[in-house]
């Protein structure tokens, strides 16, 4: 009987009787095929996942509410992690503590970016300090033991209060990931989520002056010069891996269309770089995303981790009503 194996990422000692088995059973022709039929089931299994059962659903919902209460832990540390140093990592420890406690680890290494550190997509190294105005960009989800991830990602003034051009910038994203959320219906494609954000993200580019062509062009086939500051997808399927489904094939995943039941995110951003000449010097160094977990329903939508604060004014009071008096200062 014909041997097909999901993935290749497996225990070094399963990998070497893998091998074996089909070292001693298979020629080169049928090596070949056999690699071929290995990437046929995980394209299959993939798109088996688009769409969630109500036990996955039901995974999700549990992994969102426990990653919110790991965030709520984290904003009730800032504080205490501008006090100690090292702030980054003391913050990763408090997300590592809530998944290790509540649930298997974590879905992905956590990005714990303060300062222009938040300009770098995937910064996990983690080690540096939460300043006094500067913001922390919190990346990060709870596995379940199930091995259901969440993904969620936000932006806080790290002493509570946005600067007038760190607001600028968030609310920007904030708006951003408001027309993504109401494109995410059923029957619409994947693409328009994205297509949708990227539309008010080039707007506000345009109007600050940023972008060297119109907004019409950038947003324009041969545009995307509003790429230099969104420097990604606005979305990925979410489930038992992070990124979920992704040998899916390119007509059921990024060209296919929203049906219920799946869960996607929704995840804008804009990352000036602090040495990026094209940029105003108060905005160099700000990074904002904000990130949800979004089911698609029926009728239209339900954001799963939507008890977390994301406009900047229930950020600020999110952050005021968690902290006591004595922690809302940070000397």
Request: proline content about 4%.
């Amino acid at each position: 009987m014909p041997l097909r194996v999901l993935s290749t990422d497996l225990d070094t000692e399963i990998q070497q009787l893998i091998s074996e088995l089909r070292r001693t059973t298979d020629d080169d022709q049928q090596r070949a095929a056999t690699a071929e039929s290995d990437r046929e089931l995980a394209m299959v299994l993939s798109e088996l996942r688009l769409i969630k059962d109500e036990f996955e659903i039901n995974e999700m919902r549990e992994a969102c509410r426990q990653t919110v209460a790991a965030f709520e832990a984290v904003v009730a540390s800032v504080p205490d992690a501008v006090r100690r140093g090292r702030g980054e990592r003391w913050i990763e420890g408090i997300i590592g503590l809530h998944a290790r406690h509540l649930g298997n680890a974590v879905g992905y290494d956590t990005i714990a970016a303060a300062g222009d550190h938040a300009c770098t997509l995937h910064w996990i190294r983690n080690d540096g300090d939460l300043r006094e105005g500067e913001l922390l960009l919190l990346d990060a989800g709870i596995e379940l033991d199930s091995l259901y991830t969440a993904d969620i990602t936000r932006t806080v003034p790290i002493n509570g209060t946005f600067s007038d051009e760190q607001r600028m910038v968030y609310d920007a994203v904030y708006e951003a990931q408001q027309a993504g959320i109401a494109a995410a219906r059923p029957g619409a494609r994947f693409a328009e989520v994205h297509q949708a954000a990227i539309a008010v993200i080039a707007h506000y580019l345009g109007d600050w002056g940023l972008l060297p062509v119109s907004v019409a062009e950038a947003l324009g086939e041969h545009g995307g010069q509003y790429r230099r500051w969104m420097v990604h997808g606005t979305s990925h399927h979410l489930g038992i891996d992070v990124h979920d489904c992704a040998q899916a094939r390119l007509e059921s995943y990024r060209e296919g269309v929203l049906q219920p039941g799946m869960i996607i995110t929704v995840e804008p951003g804009l990352y000036f770089k602090p040495d990026d000449e094209l940029i105003p010097p108060p905005l160099r160094g700000i990074g904002v995303r904000i990130e949800d977990d979004i089911l698609i329903t029926s009728t239209g939508n339900e954001n799963l981790t939507a008890a977390l604060p994301r406009s900047s004014g229930d950020v600020e009071a999110w952050m005021s009503n968690i902290w006591t008096p004595s922690e809302s200062a940070i000397e």
